[in-house]
């Protein structure tokens, strides 16, 4: 069953890698959509940066714990900040924060469990008992 794992590791972090691939190829957009909503368009280039480079070491199982807890605490914030109260006005906008909450569920997963054999944390960790 590690290959579920894989999976599952890597089909959650696609929506972050897909994401930054789509801010990155269509700035004005985004950044128009985060000066609407308050944030700093200094934080569009670090904000890419870590949508792609985080969920690719979520993808390997480097660090998965602390990966996945970063991701976690993203998508927590981004909900709040961009869909918090916005659901009120818009019913779409409650089904983006029960996205993000389901994605927040399966992050919350990942942090619970204990890496597996296709992960260099699993690697890492049994190369220090040899």
Do not use: W
């Not at 480097?62 to 709040?80: E, H, M, N, P």
């Not at 399966?106 to 944390?121: E, T, V, W, Y």
């Amino acid at each position: 069953m590690h290959i579920v794992e894989v999976l599952g590791r890597i089909f959650i972090s696609m929506l972050f890698i897909v994401e930054a691939v789509k801010k990155f190829f269509n700035p004005d957009m985004s950044m128009m959509y985060m000066s609407d909503h308050g944030v700093p368009e200094i934080l569009f280039y670090p904000s890419i940066a870590f949508e792609l480079i985080i969920p690719l070491l979520l993808i390997a199982g480097y660090k998965t714990k602390i990966v996945a807890s970063l991701l976690a605490l993203f998508v927590f914030t981004v909900t709040v900040i961009f869909h918090g109260y916005h659901f009120l006005e818009d019913g779409s906008q409650l089904t983006i924060i029960l996205k993000n909450i389901s994605i927040m569920g399966g992050l919350l997963i990942i942090i619970a469990n204990k890496p597996q054999i296709c992960s260099f944390d699993y690697y890492l960790e049994n190369k220090k008992s040899i």
